[in-house]
DNA sequence: CCGCATCCGGGGCGATACTG
DNA sequence: CAGTATCGCCCCGGATGCGG
């Protein structure tokens, strides 16, 4: 990108990351650790090929990612944030804490959705009620690859959930499984809303709104 | 800016600030509070005209600042913050904190500098040896408008500084003033540099590098 | 002087097609 | 699967004009 040729800390910041595409490609692989272009991809709909290809060069090449070369049993490259791009994540921490509030409306039409972007409301509007009780994991299910929301020792934490067991499963369509998650909708009007949980659902009752 | 089309809270919140200057505005509105339209331009080198008045206009549109119509002793229209854009200090917290690393080396030829852009790297690199010590004031003499880091019961503070008489004033190019701040330079070699300390010189040696 | 609006050239971006 | 190539368009940058 151009630069803005201001000797400040946020336009130099900005210089570096501040193209389009350019902090949501940065948010994939925070979320989801070292991907393949193709995964790459598919947690950014709407990018134009040509420019997932031309950010991730310009990345590498100011040393916020780097591209691995696979050995042969999955013969493909891998990006992955170096030191300096993973400490970006107070960066996206703070843009989504702010941008929560345009979520709880629900979707605009056209919008897409994958479920490991769930892990900003959850930080942000979710504490572990029982800090003491034992380590449960919640499985999302929305349409895409489903993810695990782990409650352990007090912290909530999301991730991509690779096959392991959950101890219950929530699944339906992003809206209100956000909404029973933060606690809009309760069980019933989750349901009515096409939301389906099975398993424990009384692990639910551990979720309990942040404070503000 | 066109939008993503990602119910994601990340890109709903570039949705609103992602465009180009967008963020450079704000964190003027933030660090120098109401400003006329003039004041953001000397604010923002480098900037079309038009473009700082569409982006006025939109990020009035979105809720982001207010255009309040002073009263006729100014006869100009003041642009303030509304909570929701002050609510973005975070986030250029962050980007600032990241940002910084990138100014050790100097500003690049053509880099514009305004002095109250060093709040971020005084935040970054600073802290105040003598908690219990009185409250100083130390003026920052760059070239433009003078700022003042004011150091009160351990906290360090930079503000535009506005006619006040500060305990000591330093005097340079911003990137010597930089360096003696942050103790890359001593006094010696700050003076050497073009760098001047006029008042109680002593008081630089409250500053102390912030722990990594 | 302040606060824009208008015009125009160039480059970044978006969509699709194509390839090893 | 992992990109490259191409093309139209719109956003951006820079200059100028202009009413209050």
Redesign the interface.
């Known amino acids: 990108m151009r630069?803005?040729?201001?000797?400040?800390?946020?336009?130099?910041?900005?210089?570096?990351i501040?193209d389009?595409w350019t902090?949501?490609i940065i948010?994939e692989l925070t979320l989801r650790g070292p991907s393949r272009y193709t995964d790459l991809r598919r947690g950014l709909?709407?990018i134009a090929t040509n420019l997932l290809a031309e950010r991730l060069r310009e990345l590498e090449r100011t040393g916020i990612l780097a591209r691995e070369e696979a050995p042969p049993p999955v013969a493909t490259a891998l990006f992955s944030l170096t030191e300096?791009g993973a400490?970006?994540a107070?960066?996206?921490?703070?843009?989504?804490?702010?941008?929560?509030?345009?979520?709880t409306e629900g979707?605009?039409p056209?919008?897409?959705?994958?479920a490991h972007?769930l892990a900003?409301?959850v930080d942000?509007f979710l504490r572990d009620a029982d800090p003491d009780g034992a380590p449960v994991t919640i499985e999302l299910d929305t349409g895409d690859d489903p993810v695990l929301a782990r409650l352990d020792a007090g912290e909530i934490t999301v991730q991509p959930g690779r096959g392991e067991i959950a101890d219950v499963r929530i699944s339906g369509e992003?809206?209100p499984v956000l909404g029973l998650l933060t606690g809009a909708l309760d069980i019933a009007q989750a349901r009515d809303a096409g939301v389906t949980v099975e398993g424990r659902a009384e692990i639910l009752d551990r979720l309990q709104p942040a404070p503000a």
């Open positions: 630069s803005y040729n201001q000797y400040c800390a946020v336009a130099k910041a900005l210089d570096v501040g389009r902090l949501l948010r709909p709407g300096r400490a970006l107070p960066v996206l921490d703070a843009l989504g804490l702010w941008g929560v509030s345009y979520m979707p605009e056209g919008d897409e959705f994958r972007w900003w409301p942000m992003p809206h």
